[in-house]
Structure formats: C-alpha cells, structure tokens
C-alpha cells in the first residue's frame, strides 16, 4: 500500500519540484550559465564569469564587444620561458592612456572595463565631482620575475596579466596621482582608498602603498591566482 502511495505522490512532488526551479529566475548578473556582461556591477558570479574568460579566449573578446567597448586585437605571444601573451588586445575604455594604451591579457581588459565604471568613475564623482580622463600607467607586460632578476616565480606582468597604474588626470585638469596623494587629506586621498577598494572586487590582486615599499607609487592590478588587496 505504501509503494503505490509513494507511486502516486512522486511524481506529483517531481512536478512541484521542477516548477518551483522554473519560477526561479537568476538575473543574467548572478547565473553563472549566463555571459559576462561588463556593464553589471560586480557580484562574487564576477569573478567566477571572469576566470572563465582566462580559459576561452573567444568570450573574452565577445564580452568586450557586447560592452559597446573598441577591440584592437594583437597576435599572440606563444609563451617561452614563462613569459608571453595569450589573447593581447590594446586595452582601451573611457579613459585615455598614458604615455599609451597598454597591451593587455584580455581579462585584464575586461575587468578594467567593470572597475572603471563601478569603481574609478564613482570614486571620482564622489570625491570631486567629476569623471577622470587619463590614466597614466608604468606598464603591464614584462618578461620577469616577482622580485626582479635572479631566481624566482614569474610575475603577473610575463604574461601581460597585470597592469600599474600611478595617477589620474580629472576633466578639469587636475591630477591626483601615488604617492603624492596618498595620505592626503580630503579628497584626493578618500578618492585613491576608493579606487584601491574599488579594484580589489574585481582584480584578484590589488597591491598599492599599503602593501610595500616597492608600491609605493602605484597601484598593481592582476588577474591571477592570489586574493590580496592591500
């Protein structure tokens, strides 16, 4: 008697089952069977989509474009000796750069494009009223290792996974930059902790002049394996 009631209620249950999993809609930011798009705000599904990207060079490049953002694809750099660039794009954004536009691993292109406009651009308005401009950089790809010449693991930089960035340039001119501002007070010094906290929830690394000395002048942002954000 009890198996032909269980015959019975099962499926019912199945059928209830499947119904309430229908009825629950992940937004596209929070499905992670759903594309990267660049636009949302960045969520703890942002850095899962985003290590997606390192493993299909085709996506990244689509997640860029769907963004609305320019594409300036490179041939890759067959990597030698721990060093070289699998997807490299120019990376490009609201912002110009300077003294150029770097060359970038495209996740790195891509989660500049979620920090510059959930991150950089906010702290920006909120701390001056006004968007920044230019970016002036110290590079992103090196063939090196973490701590310089001699023996060592390689940096983020061999493979173009990273990028320094050292000041800011507002729409007024004016230029907010490490380490001069970093212990500022007022606005340019809650403006670069907001830029600093703004990268860490998207890049893997975030390392600036709270970490050591040898940042003192810039802000270092990866995409690699390690979480700091200092």
Known sequence: MRRWLLLLVLPVLVASVLWVLRAIVLPPAWNPSAPLDLRDAPNWMTRVKLGGLDRDPEACIAALIRAGLPVQRLPPQPERNGCGIRNPVRLAGEVSFTPFAPVVNCPVAAAWAIFERHGLQPAATAAFGQRVVSVRHLG???CRNVNGPGRGVRSEHATANALDIAAF???????????RDWRANGPAGAFLTAVRDGACRVFAATL????NAAHRDHFHLDRGGARVCQ
């Open 140 to 142: 992103a790809y090196n």
């Open 208 to 211: 600036g002049p709270a970490y």
């Open 169 to 179: 340039t507002l729409a007024d001119g004016r230029s907010v930059g490490l380490p």
